[in-house]
C-alpha cells in the first residue's frame, strides 16, 4: 500500500467514524486525482466533509461531487396526471 492510498484509506475511516459519520461518501483515487462523491445530509456537513479532505489529503488534486439531500417538507402538494 502506497502513502497516498493509506491517506485515503485514513480519510475513508474518518468520514464514516463518529464525529463525522457520513456512510454516503466514496473517496476513491482515479490517476493522478482523488474524487469524492456521495450524498450528505446539510451543506455544513458538505463543507466538512471537503475540510477534512483538504486537510487529509492536502498536497492531491481533489474532485468533489457531493450532493446535499434536501430532507425539506414540501411546501405544495404534489399533482399528478
Do not use: F
Request: negative net charge; charged residues 35%.
Amino acid at each position: 500500500m502506497t502513502g497516498h492510498e493509506r491517506r485515503i484509506t485514513k480519510l475513508r475511516e474518518r468520514l464514516a467514524g463518529d464525529r463525522l459519520a457520513e456512510l454516503g461518501v466514496s473517496v476513491e483515487q482515479r490517476g493522478a486525482v482523488v474524487v469524492i462523491t456521495g450524498t450528505v445530509s446539510t451543506p455544513q456537513r458538505r463543507d466538512e466533509v471537503l475540510r477534512t479532505a483538504r486537510r487529509e489529503l492536502a498536497d492531491l488534486t481533489l474532485v468533489e461531487d457531493l450532493v446535499v439531500a434536501c430532507a425539506d417538507v414540501p411546501d405544495r402538494w404534489e399533482e399528478l396526471p
